[in-house]
């Protein structure tokens, strides 16, 4: 298995609380985890986007946040305005989902003109796909992964990490790798609990980890801050 500094494990998690009930005492605590262990960034619901950019001012942490989940089924309208939304406050990455069900009925333009429409909106920002797998069979994973990838996304990532979208997979991880090659990079997220899995999702593939453990994977002590 790949070996990792702290640093440069640090530098590939995205330190994620999206719980309903935070405060802006727990995002600020949320930022200061990210300083004090050099995080590559802080994952939060979009209202928390321009706190959280003040905290992490003069740092090169970035303020990633995700929408349109655990469901998916928002109007592509809808998941337009608020991936603008989202960067107008500050977001630096927008993580989404598209509609699950487009996959199910072979609604394939629908899904990759949806994960197009919210890639335009971003404007060159970098955009990454929640494709959901615990919802798809094998193959559907491979085509929502090639789908998203002909519609521009930067990154494709296996889950959300809530709902339905289960728990990130060492097999999983790897169909994305090989399916992205150089043309995307593959984010990893759900259940990510401690360091050894951490380095199996990287070995398998993944660029970044998504997961409120990071703190408990620095430190191999404490608990994560959520279910993600």
Request: glycine share 10%.
């Amino acid at each position: 298995m790949i070996e990792l500094t702290d640093k440069e494990l640090a530098s590939k998690i995205q330190h994620t609380n999206v719980n309903p009930e935070l405060t802006p005492d727990d995002i600020v605590g949320l930022c200061n985890d990210c300083k004090r262990f050099g995080f590559n960034g802080v994952m939060l619901q979009p209202e928390w986007v321009p706190l959280a950019k003040k905290e992490l001012a003069g740092t090169n942490i970035l303020v990633a946040t995700a929408m349109g989940y655990p469901m998916g089924a928002d109007s592509t309208e809808s998941k337009v305005f608020e991936a603008k939304n989202c960067f107008e406050r500050g977001a630096d990455q927008l993580d989404f989902m598209a509609n699950i069900g487009f996959i199910k009925a072979h609604m394939y333009d629908e899904y990759r003109d949806q994960i197009a429409q919210v890639v335009n909106a971003a404007n060159g920002k970098v955009t990454k796909i929640m494709l959901e797998f615990g919802m798809l069979e094998h193959d559907e994973k491979i085509k929502a992964a090639e789908l998203a990838i002909e519609a521009g996304i930067t990154y494709v990532k296996n889950s959300s990490g809530w709902g339905k979208g289960g728990h990130a997979t060492v097999e999983d991880i790897n169909l994305l790798k090989e399916i992205a090659g150089e043309k995307a990079l593959v984010k990893a997220s759900g259940g990510i609990r401690t360091r050894e899995q951490a380095l199996a999702m990287i070995d398998a593939g993944a660029s970044l980890l998504g997961t409120s453990a990071g703190p408990a994977i620095m430190t191999g002590a404490g608990k994560p801050l959520s279910d993600y």
